[in-house]
């Protein structure tokens, strides 16, 4: 089945950029979605195809995808920002096509 | 508002079932797939399954894990989703979430969740 990588912690300073990657073979050719989820409460979506920003998601979050890995990109970083983040894809390439979520990454704001 | 709220969780017996339910508003609920995403305690995010919308045949699709157990269903008149849970294990205990899906033929984007519901499966 397909795998999705994200590493388990991001730690960052105030005011700098962090970087959340997630890998997976050839995810390039996939759409990749990322989801913010703050601690007891649901997720939000952040980016959808690999880069679109849904309506009152800051412009400081973007996103990218090319070859093996997707990586979503948090400019000026705010203590708000700080959550765990998962990346998302649907894989038909498998046996049992479905949908996959990488492991996810906790940000820490320094 | 565009809003999903989520009903029916509960403690419940191993083998046993449990029926939650999805009550969807703010938007056009037929026009939309819908997926569930569960949690299981201190874990990531896992997808259930999800159902098309009635335009793409209402059909359904679920994750390995949960297939032949579970079934997923719509009722486009009353705005409600459903996620039917049969032969219950303990490893299905987590916070299931409703999705509306972005996705036609197969799932997209999650853009809009529940607030979740608290499943516990324990003797």
């Known amino acids: 089945s397909y795998v999705l990588t994200q590493p388990p912690s991001v730690s960052v300073a105030p005011g700098k950029t962090a970087r959340i990657t997630c890998g997976g073979n050839n995810i390039g050719s996939k759409s990749v979605h990322w989801y913010q989820q703050k601690p007891g409460q649901a997720p939000v979506l952040v980016i959808y195809?690999?880069?679109d920003r849904p309506s009152g998601i800051p412009e400081r979050f973007s996103g990218s995808n090319s070859g093996n890995t997707a990586t979503l990109t948090i400019s000026r970083v705010e203590a708000g920002d700080e959550a765990d983040y998962y990346c998302q894809v649907w894989d038909s390439s498998s046996d049992h096509p479905g949908v996959v979520f990488g492991g996810g990454t906790k940000l820490t704001v320094l | 508002e565009v809003q999903l709220v989520e009903s029916g969780g509960g403690l419940v017996q191993p083998g046993r079932s449990l029926r939650l339910s999805c009550t969807a508003s703010g938007f056009t609920f037929g026009d939309y797939a819908m997926s569930w995403v569960r949690q299981a305690p201190g874990k990531g995010l896992e997808w259930v399954g999800f159902i098309r919308s009635k335009a793409y045949g209402g059909t359904t699709e679920y994750a390995a894990s949960v297939k032949g157990r579970f079934t997923i269903s719509r009722d486009d008149s009353k705005s409600i989703a459903y996620l039917q849970m049969n032969s219950l294990k303990t490893e299905d205990t987590a916070v299931y979430y409703c999705?509306?899906?972005?996705?036609?033929?197969?799932?997209?984007?999650?853009?809009?969740w529940g607030q979740g519901t608290m499943v516990t499966v324990s003797s």
């Open positions: 195809y690999d880069s």
């Open positions: 999705t509306r899906d972005r996705g036609t033929v197969t799932t997209d984007a999650f853009d809009i």
